[in-house]
């Protein structure tokens, strides 16, 4: 059972920046694909972006160019920083990944992160 601890969320002014972090714990050996995901009020959770153990990378094209999506596979982290931050970002953030093996998917407990002034 994989557990995920997200951290770094809070509000920010437009044009300023966050960092997120994610760690996973505890049977992490079949860790695969990890990845942020994020809710805005009354709409679907969508991808932010996703990083393979290899390093191979997937954006939304509404964030490519502004945020950094990196991972530690000793560590079991993932991390997103995010610049250029716009009031469109504002939403609970999720921290994902998944057991290769199994084809289990794990999720964090979520993030607040607001952009305003």
């Known amino acids: 059972q994989v557990q995920l601890v997200e951290s770094g969320g809070g509000l920010v002014q437009p044009g300023g920046s966050l960092r997120l972090s994610c760690t996973g714990s505890?049977?992490?050996?079949?860790?695969?694909?990890m990845g942020w995901y994020r809710q805005a009020p009354g709409k679907q959770r969508e991808l932010v972006a996703t990083?393979?153990?290899?390093?191979?990378?997937n954006y939304a094209q509404s964030v490519k160019g502004r945020f950094t999506i990196s991972r530690d596979n000793a560590k079991n982290t993932v991390d997103l920083q995010m610049n250029s931050l716009i009031p469109e970002d504002t939403a609970i953030y999720y921290c994902?990944?998944?057991?290769?093996?199994?084809?289990?998917?794990?999720w964090g407990q979520g993030t607040q992160v607001t952009v305003s002034s």
């Open positions: 994902h990944t998944e057991d290769a093996f199994t084809g289990s998917d794990y």
């Open positions: 505890g049977g992490t050996f079949n860790i695969g694909a």
């Open positions: 990083i393979t153990r290899f390093g191979l990378t």
